[in-house]
């Protein structure tokens, strides 16, 4: 079965530095996202990306992060100058169109700010 | 605006009881409604959603959930649960146009034998 994949599985950076999670979404699926999840907490909507441009964010989406999808296949989330509170459970997610659809997850990645 | 809320952070059950995890949704469009499992270390893995076909919706592992419009309910069951069911469950909603999908806080699912 088609899968989504994230890497790294892990990730641990120093509070102010950059950091990019990649994702290769499902090869025919038209609409990514990026979810992430504090621990203990609900999951949160980060960013839809569509026909290579955002379609949706949410405020917590703010200037230090990015998404790219730099050569048809993976799927990047880069966070410019991490926080304390940027650890979290992040994840990939696509579908193959908006509606019916469930979206496909990848099994995350979780970011660890020291 | 889409939200739903999940009652009951932590559910435990014993080994062969009914299993009953409960979502209530708000939408102010016709919602489609999903219902994920992540189990530790995981992903989130798609185990049923409702579309506006049919309200008793059968997903994978055994588990179900009915629409039910007039209570803005769509509850998950299963008859019998199983070690393997334990788990963290989301359900989430979008609307019928919706590119978002809105999760609740999540549900813990315990068996015990």
């Known amino acids: 079965e088609p899968e989504v994949t994230q890497t790294p599985s892990h990730q641990v950076t120093q509070m102010g530095q950059e950091v990019i999670l990649r994702c290769v979404p499902i090869s025919n699926h038209l609409y990514f996202y990026w979810y992430r999840q504090i621990l203990g907490q609900k999951v949160e909507f980060l960013v839809s990306?569509?026909?290579?441009?955002?379609?949706?964010k949410s405020e917590i989406f703010d200037d230090q992060f990015s998404v790219e999808r730099p050569d048809g296949s993976n799927f990047t989330l880069k966070i410019r100058s991490t926080k304390l509170e940027d650890s979290a459970m992040y994840f990939c997610a696509s579908r193959s169109d908006v509606g019916a659809d469930g979206y496909t997850f990848g099994s995350g990645t979780r970011l660890t700010v020291v | 605006a889409q939200s739903v809320t999940q009652l009951g952070s932590h559910v435990s059950v014993s080994e062969g009881a009914l299993v009953l995890l409960r979502c209530n949704y708000s939408?102010?469009?016709?919602?489609?409604l999903f219902w994920y499992v992540q189990y530790p270390n995981q992903g989130l893995q798609l185990l049923l959603k409702y579309t506006s076909a049919a309200t008793l919706v059968k997903g994978i592992n055994g588990f179900e959930a009915e629409f039910k419009k007039s209570e803005t309910s769509f509850h998950l069951t299963k008859p019998s649960a199983h070690m393997s069911d334990a788990a963290e469950y989301f359900c989430a909603v979008s609307g019928n146009t919706g590119n978002q999908f809105y999760f609740g806080t999540g549900t813990s699912l315990t068996v015990i034998p």
């Open positions: 939408s102010s469009v016709p919602p489609y």
């Open positions: 990306f569509y026909n290579n441009e955002i379609s949706e």
